[in-house]
């Protein structure tokens, strides 16, 4: 990895970022879920990830995004020990508690095997975490990671899950976007990241479910290498 240039995370220190929200659209971003797509939650040493079924229906579209349909692979979390650490990325300096990854890979190519050698060949949408008041929304997800915790079998995902629930809010869209990586192995410079700058809260108690799983599974900030970072509103 000695000549990589754009590893993920990064810190998002608004000096480095570049407003262009002609070609960044908030509004533009859409994500179509398919109810019934996220299907099970599987837990390990590492973490959780929820999968998706088979001849997944759920897309990604964006403006900012190459022109193309991006199908949902599974999403993620990564967190930490207390409040105030396990996002992974940075906003100015600062980390926040959690951040969650939707990961999507360019159908353009004939699979995600294919997609994650390809340096457009996926697109993840990070939704940052803050601890603080109970998320209703959250529950579901929370509560199946939960049940899933020391079983070595996936668990069933609520029928009314609805992806879109996680997200901020619709008029909360804004986000900022670069090149980068898997931030676990392989590290594969593969990624168009999205992160919405607004971060969803969620409890204590939520997020005490994930640690009992590992305290803290985030990677640190890696060199910018003189990256571009896009937005879709002045960041600074």
């Known amino acids: 990895m000695a000549a990589a240039q754009r590893q993920s995370p990064i810190d998002i220190i608004g000096q480095h970022v570049f407003c262009d929200d002609e070609t960044c659209k908030a509004d533009a971003l859409n994500i179509e879920y398919k109810s019934g797509d996220c299907c099970d939650v599987i837990v390990n040493e590492g973490g959780f990830r929820v999968n998706v079924k088979r001849h997944c ?16 692979a599974q999403f993620h979390a990564h967190w930490g020990c207390n409040s105030k650490e396990g996002s992974e990325h940075l906003l100015n300096g600062k ?3 959690g951040e969650v990854h939707f990961v999507f890979w360019n159908t353009n190519y004939m699979s995600f095997n294919e997609a994650v050698e390809k340096p457009d060949g996926l697109a993840v949408v990070g939704v940052f975490l803050k601890e603080g008041k109970y998320n209703d929304n959250y529950h579901g997800l929370i509560d199946t990671v939960r049940k899933a915790t020391g079983n070595t079998t996936p668990i069933s995902m609520p029928k009314d899950f609805a992806l879109e629930q996680l997200l901020p809010t619709t008029d909360k869209r804004d986000f900022v976007t670069y ?16 992160l919405f700058t607004e971060p969803v809260e969620v409890s204590y108690g939520q997020l005490n479910v994930l ?3 590992i305290p803290a599974n985030h990677r640190v900030c890696q060199d910018r290498c ?11």
């Open 211 to 213: 640690r009992n799983i």
């Open 95 to 97: 980390q926040l508690s």
């Open 226 to 236: 003189g990256r571009e970072i896009r937005s879709s509103y002045d960041f600074n």
């Open 57 to 72: 229906g759920t897309f990604l579209t964006a403006n900012h995004l190459p022109n193309a349909k991006f199908e949902l």
């Open 179 to 194: 090149l980068g990586s898997l931030t676990t192995p392989p590290f594969n410079e593969c990624v168009i990241w999205t």
